[in-house]
Structures are given as structure tokens and as C-alpha cells.
């Protein structure tokens, strides 16, 4: 019971502060999360609600990265394992990583009803907080954006949601 209330915390700290982080001067900033143990940054100005993993309906003859389709606030929802989508898992989540897993919608301004599975949220971070990693990536995707380092030298991959909401692969979800 500690543990949920704790979760509740976490998540009103981090709503009060993406609330705050709007207000803010204009500098970029993302929601931190983790995939199968890579971080990610998803922009906030196109990330929308973030949710408990819903219920989800699973829909035949999808790929494997698609998860379901999940009723979230009342709004149909396609929900995309993002782990398994960029090609770091195989497998689902467990049932035990659900715990501290969480679905963060896209915002309604992409005009895609999709949300992203992710392992769990590592707060916020802005490019004050980071610096940018200029290794060679190789060949990337067209919503992979640039590469940080923070203070302890841990990657993070940015990932742009509104070139992503507008990717081939992405959109296609049959089979």
C-alpha cells in the first residue's frame, strides 16, 4: 500500500512539475523514461497524459510491438510497446516489470490516438541538465533526435513524437 502511495506521489510531483515546465521560459525539455534499460527523452511539448498500464485488448494479426488497444479517459488508444519497437526487447514486459511500467500518451496536437509503453519514468530533464553526445550514431530513424549525456555520463536517446506519430513503420500496425 506504501508503495502505491508513493507511486501517487511521484506522479503528482512530476504533473506539478510538467505543469510548471510549461510556464517556464522556453528551454527543451523532456520526460525522462526507460526502455529495457536505455533511456529516452520524449519531448514534453508533444508527450500528453501519462497513465498506469490500462487493460489492454489485443488486436489480432498486428505486430509484435503492438501491444493493444486500451480505453484511456474514455478515448480509444492504440498502445505500442516502445521497447520492442525500436528493436531492444523481444519479449513483452513481465508481469512484475508492469508494476513500474507506465503508458504515456502522445498529445492530441499529433492527431494520433497512440500511447507508448514504457518500462518506467525517470523524471524530467531539460538541455541545461545535458549535454550534447556527438559520437557517430550511425544510421537512425527519421524521429530519432540527437543524442545527451548527463552528469554521470548516461546516455539518452531523444525521441521526437511528433516524427514518430507521422512514421511509415509506426502507422503500419497489421501484420
Not at 88 to 107: D, G
Request: with cysteine; charged share 20%; net charge neutral.
Amino acid at each position: 500500500m506504501a508503495d502505491k502511495q508513493a507511486l501517487r506521489d511521484l506522479q503528482t510531483r512530476l504533473a506539478e512539475r510538467l505543469r510548471s515546465a510549461q510556464s517556464q521560459p522556453r528551454v527543451r525539455s523532456w520526460l525522462a523514461v526507460e526502455c529495457r534499460g536505455h533511456g529516452l527523452l520524449l519531448p514534453l511539448d508533444q508527450a500528453g497524459e501519462i497513465f498506469a498500464p490500462p487493460p489492454l485488448l489485443a488486436v489480432p494479426h498486428t505486430q509484435s510491438w503492438f501491444a493493444g488497444v486500451a480505453n484511456l479517459r474514455g478515448s480509444l488508444y492504440t498502445v505500442v510497446d516502445l521497447a520492442t519497437f525500436l528493436g531492444v526487447a523481444t519479449a513483452p514486459l513481465s508481469e512484475a516489470a508492469r508494476e513500474s511500467a507506465r503508458v504515456v500518451a502522445l498529445n492530441a496536437r499529433l492527431g494520433v490516438n497512440a500511447a507508448l509503453l514504457i518500462d518506467r519514468l525517470a523524471g524530467l530533464r531539460s538541455a541545461d541538465q545535458l549535454v550534447r553526445d556527438t559520437a557517430d550514431a550511425g544510421a537512425q530513424p527519421p524521429f530519432a533526435g540527437e543524442r545527451w549525456r548527463d552528469a554521470d555520463g548516461r546516455l539518452w536517446q531523444e525521441i521526437v513524437l511528433a516524427a514518430l506519430a507521422e512514421d511509415d513503420r509506426f502507422l503500419a500496425v497489421a501484420a
